[in-house]
């Protein structure tokens, strides 16, 4: 059982691995962005702020940890599950020669406060593929000793970490925490989708003159296959909930040029209060593509009716501006097998559930790589 208590005018650090099934799996070969655990540092401090030094943090937002880099500056620590004798697998060192920090807020209730630290890492990078061996179950946990960790108090860092005085470095304790346990799988990776946005060099803002948009999916897989595209931007169908296309925002990335302002579209497609996809999407939202046969998906935006009003669909671009457009979504689709469409679909409605009960953790995801440059067009009153 993890003990949470905090040394005196010291910090608390320890590692909780993620929830995960009895075999996680860890794909050498498919980008996965992993989150494997977090560091919970526990502060005593209800008065001054407190920064956390050590090798290894990569702060971003509310912070990262990245694995490989807490790895090689000795922070963490893997070892062979399952090996009696199993020592801890020595990665390259490396010691970064700016120390990572993270700044801990004070809090009225000290023994509670907690700061979660998201530690992830890409598993396809070259450095897992070197150390680890395919069909091994491997362990990651947080380090002993090794890997310079200490803190100290906000206010008091007038130097650079490496000259902070020890009188002024506060201690940190490392509670014995868990372990994240992995089987290391060396799959084929999936083929790999990529997109490329075509437009219209003008935009006219009013006026009967439509605009079409055109996202060109190509693929590097020489076999067929098809990929299910519903419950994405591209059924061009909503729920209030946003899960589908809402607005244009959801197909592309547009900005002003100058100001670098976002456009905030006005166009809204379809809102149902009730959630409309079948039980087995309709054959039309599965898409066949190889190598020799790219999908073209089209979006004309012109004025949509409703009841009430009729909205332009251009609503939210300003006249006599440039805009800057990329593709920006979906970025990936969770279900896709090889064949031909003809045959993937053929038969009644239980013969397509059955034929489409495909396990993903073999297949893997397809992931949508952009290929375009930024695309600029202008607005015409």
């Keep these: 059982m993890t003990s949470k208590a905090t040394p005196i005018n010291g910090l608390s650090l320890r590692f909780e691995a993620e929830e995960q099934d009895a075999e996680d799996k860890f794909q050498l070969n498919r980008k996965q962005r992993r989150s494997l655990c977090h560091l919970i540092v526990t502060t005593p401090e209800s008065e001054r702020p407190i920064t956390l030094f050590c090798n290894g943090l990569t702060v971003v937002g509310r912070g990262r940890n990245a694995v490989l880099q807490a790895l090689r500056s000795g922070l963490f620590e893997l070892v062979q599950s399952g090996k009696e004798d199993a020592g801890v697998i020595m990665l390259p060192s490396f010691t970064s020669l700016r120390k990572g920090q993270y700044n801990i807020l004070p809090t009225a209730f000290p023994q509670y406060r907690e700061v979660s630290i998201d530690v992830s890492t890409e598993t396809t990078h070259v450095a897992w593929k070197e150390a680890l061996q395919p069909g091994r179950t491997y362990g990651l946990r947080l380090a002993e000793n090794a890997g310079e960790v200490f803190a100290c108090y906000t206010d008091e860092l007038d130097n650079p970490p490496d000259e902070i005085p020890p009188k002024k470095k506060l201690p940190v304790h490392r509670e014995r925490g868990g372990t994240y346990y992995f089987t290391v799988l060396d799959d084929p990776a999936p083929p790999k989708l990529f997109a490329r946005l075509e437009m219209p060099r003008k935009a006219h803002l009013n006026g009967p003159t439509p605009f079409t948009l055109v996202i060109e999916y190509t693929t590097d897989s020489v076999e067929p296959l098809v990929f299910d595209k519903s419950r994405s931007p591209l059924s061009v169908t909503t729920l209030c909930t946003g899960a589908n296309l809402h607005c244009i925002d959801q197909l ?130």
């Excluded at 166009?267 to 409309?276: K, L, M, R």
């Excluded at 012109?302 to 332009?312: A, L, S």
């Excluded at 006249?319 to 990936?332: I, L, Q, W």
Aim: glycine residues 8%; negative net charge.
């Design 252 to 381: 592309i990335d547009c900005q002003d040029n100058v100001t670098g302002e976002k456009v905030e579209w006005g166009a809204v497609f379809v809102c149902y209060d009730y959630d409309p996809h079948p039980v087995f999407p309709d054959d039309g939202d599965f898409v066949e593509i190889s190598t020799n046969r790219p999908w073209r998906f089209e979006c004309t935006l012109e004025e949509m009716g409703n009841e009430k009003e009729y909205i332009r669909s251009m609503e939210g671009l300003k006249a006599d501006r440039t805009y800057k457009a990329r593709v920006g979504g979906p970025s990936g689709f969770r279900r896709w097998q090889y064949g031909k469409k003809e045959d993937l679909l053929a038969g009644t409605l239980k013969d397509k559930m059955k034929r489409w009960e495909v396990d993903m953790e073999k297949l893997g995801y397809l992931d949508v790589e952009r290929i375009e440059e930024d695309l600029y067009f202008e607005t015409v009153a």
